[in-house]
C-alpha cells in the first residue's frame, strides 16, 4: 500500500503563488535601493537566544550549524559599509514543528541604515498591504494591549499578579518559572488570539525580552525594548529591532544568554564573536526586521497550515 | 511504561494526565518569535469522556496509558454487568453500566462493539457506527402518507426512542446512525 508521501503537500496553485510573492518581495526592495545579499547558511557559530536551538551538522568533520536568521551575516555587511540590505531564503530552527512552523523555512530580513524600529514598523505596514491587499493597519504598544485585554500592566505588573492572572486564563501542567513565561504565556494564549483582523504592529516589549535590540525609556519613563512585531489576524509574521550598537552591551548579552543556556541546561552553542567585532569596529545606526515568508504566503493564499504553502515539509523531505 | 514528550504527541495517543487516562484529540506548538514554546493540547479524559485542554512546555513528556481498544462481540447484561467476548480468544469481559454509559442503548447481542479496555478492564464501549433495531413501541402507521415527511418517535428493542418515518410501524427493523441517533433506513429483510 502507498500512501504517496513521494508528492507535495502544497497544492501546484500555492507553488505558483510564491514564486509570484517572492518576485514581488524582491521588486519591493529594488524599487528601494535595498540590495539583496547571501550569507552563510552554515556557520561555525550559532544565535545564543535563549528560547532558539539550532541544527547541528558536520563540515569537514566539525560541528556546524544551520543558520537560524542571517542576522549575524547581514550585520557584519552592514558595519563593511555595504549600506541597506535584505536576505531572503533558508533559515532553520531545532524542534520547531506544528501547524505554522517546519524546522526549515523562508525568512526575510533586512536592514535600514539611519531608520528607528518606528520607521521601520511603516515600511513593514507598507509591504504587508501591498502583499496582503489590506489596508487596516493599528499600531499599539505591548502595555496598551495588556491594559486593553487584561487590565494588566506587563511593565510594572508583580511576578504574583501575572501568575495570578495566568492561573485565571490558563490551563497549565506546570508552575510559570518567571514574569517572561507568564508574558510569554498570555501573549500566545490570550492576547494573539484578541488581535482582531487586519494588520497589528506592536511595539515596545519589556526591557527583559530585548533580543538584540536597543533598550530606552518610554514616555512614562520605562525601560523598554525597541523591539517590534508585526501579526495578522493574530498570527506572528515579523519581529523588529532598533538594532543594538555598543559592542560591550552585546557582548554582556551573549554572556548573559549562555548562563541562562547554561543554567537551563540547554545546550551552549559557540557565539559570534565576530558579530562583537564588527560592532566594535561602529555598525550604523540602523533597524532590521525578519519575516516569516511561509506564513506571509499562507495569509496570502488564505492557507490555515504550513504544510499547504511547502512543496515537502519535514515528514518528506 | 513508556512515556512521551510532547513533540510526540498527536491524535489517538493515549497518555496519563492527573490519574486518569486520556486520548490526544489536538497537539497545537506555540512559539514566539522570540520567546519560550508551548504545546496546547486538547485531550479526552476517557473515563469521564470530557475534553480538557492543557498547555505544557515544550519537552515535557507524559507517562503512557496502558488503553487499547479492542473488537468485542456484546453477549448479554446480567443486570449489573454488560459482558463481552473477544472474538478470536473467546475470552470474556464485563463491563459496568459506568463503562457502557450511553452506549447502552444501542448494544445488541451478538453486534461487535469496540471496547476500551484500561489496565486490561473495559473502561468504555463504543457501539458500531450503524444498527439494525427492531421498533417495539409507535403510534400506527399512516400508509398512504409516505411522501409527507413527517416523522414520529419510535421506541426500538434497545430501549433507544429515534425519529421515524409516520408509515413505520411495530415490528419494522431500522437501521439507525448511533452517532447522530439518526434513522437511516428500513432495514432489508433477510
Known amino acids: ?317 | 511504561m513508556a512515556s512521551y514528550s510532547t513533540n510526540e504527541f498527536k491524535g489517538g495517543l493515549k497518555v496519563m494526565l492527573d490519574g486518569d487516562p486520556c486520548s490526544i484529540l489536538e497537539n497545537e506548538f506555540v512559539k514566539p518569535g522570540k520567546g519560550q514554546a508551548f504545546n496546547r493540547v486538547k485531550l479526552r479524559n476517557l473515563k469521564t469522556g470530557r475534553v480538557w485542554e492543557r498547555t505544557f512546555r515544550s519537552g515535557e513528556s507524559l507517562e503512557a496509558a496502558d488503553v487499547m481498544d479492542r473488537e468485542m462481540e456484546y453477549l448479554y447484561n446480567d443486570g449489573e454487568f454488560y459482558h463481552f467476548m473477544e472474538p478470536d480468544t473467546f475470552e470474556q469481559h464485563q463491563a459496568s453500566t459506568d463503562a457502557v454509559g450511553d452506549a447502552a442503548k444501542w448494544l445488541k447481542e451478538q453486534d461487535v462493539c469496540t471496547v476500551t479496555l484500561y489496565n486490561g478492564a473495559p473502561l468504555a464501549v463504543t457501539p458500531p457506527n450503524h444498527v439494525v433495531l427492531e421498533i417495539t413501541d409507535t403510534d400506527p402507521g399512516l400508509r398512504g402518507d409516505t411522501a409527507q415527511g413527517g416523522t414520529k418517535p419510535a421506541t426500538l428493542s434497545t430501549g433507544a426512542v429515534v425519529k421515524v418515518p409516520l408509515f413505520l410501524e411495530i415490528g419494522d427493523a431500522i437501521k439507525v446512525d448511533t452517532r447522530t441517533g439518526e434513522y437511516l433506513g428500513r432495514a432489508k429483510e433477510d
Not at chain 1, 541562562?260 to 532590521?288: D, I, N, T
Open chain 1, 1 to 317: 500500500m502507498t500512501d504517496n508521501t513521494w508528492q507535495p503537500t502544497a497544492s501546484l496553485a500555492a507553488l505558483r503563488q510564491r514564486a509570484a510573492l517572492l518576485a514581488d518581495i524582491r521588486q519591493f526592495f529594488a524599487r528601494r535601493q535595498v540590495l539583496e545579499v547571501e550569507v552563510p547558511i552554515l556557520s561555525r557559530r550559532a544565535t545564543s537566544d535563549p528560547h532558539i536551538d539550532s541544527i547541528t551538522a558536520l563540515c569537514n568533520g566539525d560541528p556546524a550549524y544551520l543558520a537560524t536568521s542571517p542576522e549575524f551575516g547581514l550585520k557584519r555587511l552592514l558595519a563593511a559599509g555595504l549600506g541597506d540590505c535584505y536576505y531572503l531564503g533558508k533559515a532553520f530552527r531545532e524542534g520547531e514543528a506544528g501547524g505554522r512552523h517546519n524546522p526549515e523555512f523562508t525568512m526575510l530580513e533586512w536592514y535600514r541604515c539611519g531608520w528607528d524600529d518606528r520607521k521601520l514598523m511603516g515600511e513593514v505596514g507598507e509591504l504587508l498591504s501591498l502583499v496582503l491587499d489590506i489596508q487596516v493597519v493599528q499600531s499599539l504598544s505591548y502595555r496598551e494591549l495588556f491594559l486593553r485585554e487584561l487590565q494588566l500592566d506587563p511593565h510594572t505588573a508583580s511576578e504574583a499578579d501575572l501568575c495570578a492572572c495566568v492561573a485565571r486564563e490558563i490551563e497549565l501542567s506546570f508552575a510559570p518559572s518567571d514574569r517572561d513565561e507568564c508574558l510569554d504565556l498570555l501573549m500566545s494564549h490570550r492576547l494573539e488570539p484578541a488581535m482582531g483582523g487586519g494588520i497589528t504592529l506592536l511595539y515596545d516589549f519589556p526591557a527583559s525580552q530585548a533580543a538584540l535590540a536597543k533598550v530606552a525609556e518610554d514616555a512614562t519613563g520605562t525601560p523598554v525594548a525597541r523591539r517590534f512585531e508585526a501579526y495578522v489576524n493574530g498570527l506572528e509574521l515579523a519581529n523588529g529591532y532598533w538594532e543594538l550598537t555598543d559592542p560591550a552591551e552585546q557582548l554582556r548579552r551573549f554572556q548573559a544568554d549562555h548562563r541562562y543556556r547554561g543554567a537551563h541546561k540547554l545546550h551552549v552553542y559557540p557565539f559570534e564573536e565576530r558579530l562583537v567585532e564588527a560592532l566594535q569596529s561602529g555598525m550604523p545606526e540602523c533597524a532590521g526586521v525578519a519575516l516569516g515568508v511561509d506564513r506571509l504566503l499562507m495569509l496570502a493564499g488564505g492557507y490555515s497550515s504550513i504544510d499547504q504553502v511547502i512543496a515537502f515539509p519535514i515528514e518528506r523531505a
